[in-house]
């Protein structure tokens, strides 16, 4: 059997990326998705949005929601202050273990917890297992149909407070459109939509930011 593209991903990061240097995986990945092969990373220019958007929240607890094999994870490490914390979650065993060997090589293994296992059952065990009182920030990447479910779901388990950030990926395409809808519609929230593009096509694509207004 042939290696999967998460795999050889992680070849690639471990043959060219320096060790225990975060922007040297980033870039990595970011050439060999858009020389290579294509791959579900948010990528570099809507990776860009997404760290001038930690750096303005400067998050001490984070969640991302899709994993994937860890190039946003290593993104947004890189910029967290040491003990800041960023929790992420993968469905995907796979996909989780390409991730915890991206995130040793960028080396910020220190400030990521990756969880293993679907968000509907973790999310209400994340106070008593993580200790979480509630997240500053949340990427959701991961399964376009659990993007509305989950941010309910947080909402009610408290885990959402006056402040709290939602940054979604995708949600032009593939797209969400029930999540967009209520995050626009409902009082409790203020979006704000960053248009970009499919990571390293020209289809469009973008995030969308919503404040949590309690
Ligand atoms: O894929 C999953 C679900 S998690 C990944 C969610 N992310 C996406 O699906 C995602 C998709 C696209 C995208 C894909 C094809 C296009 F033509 C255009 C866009 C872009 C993104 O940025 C994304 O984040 C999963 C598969 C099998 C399992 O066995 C499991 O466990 C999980
Ligand atoms: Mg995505």
Known sequence: TGSTRPERILAAVQRK??????????????????????AMNVGDE???????????????????????????????????????RLLTLEFNPAYAAVARQVIAWAGVEDKVV????????????????????????VFLDHWKDRYLPDTKLMEECGLLRTGSI????????????????????????????FRSHLEY?????????SVFLG
């Open 114 to 137: 990756l969880i293993e296992g679907p968000s509907g059952d973790w999310i209400p065990k994340m106070k008593e297992e993580f200790g979480v009182t509630s997240f500053d920030l």
């Open 201 to 209: 096509t020209r289809v469009e694509d973008g995030l969308e930011k």
């Open 17 to 38: 990326a320096t060790k225990g240097d975060a922007r040297s995986v980033v870039n990595t990945i970011d050439q060999y998705c858009r020389y290579q092969e294509w």
């Open 166 to 193: 939602l940054l979604a990926d995708n949600v032009i395409c593939p797209g969400t459109p029930e999540y967009l809808e209520y995050v626009r519609g409902s009082p409790r929230y203020e979006s704000k939509y």
């Open 46 to 84: 809507k990776g860009a949005i997404l760290d001038s958007i930690v750096c303005e929240v400067k998050p001490s607890v984070m969640l991302e929601l899709g994993t994937y094999c860890g190039y946003s994870t290593v993104r947004i490490a890189s910029m967290l202050p040491p003990n800041a």
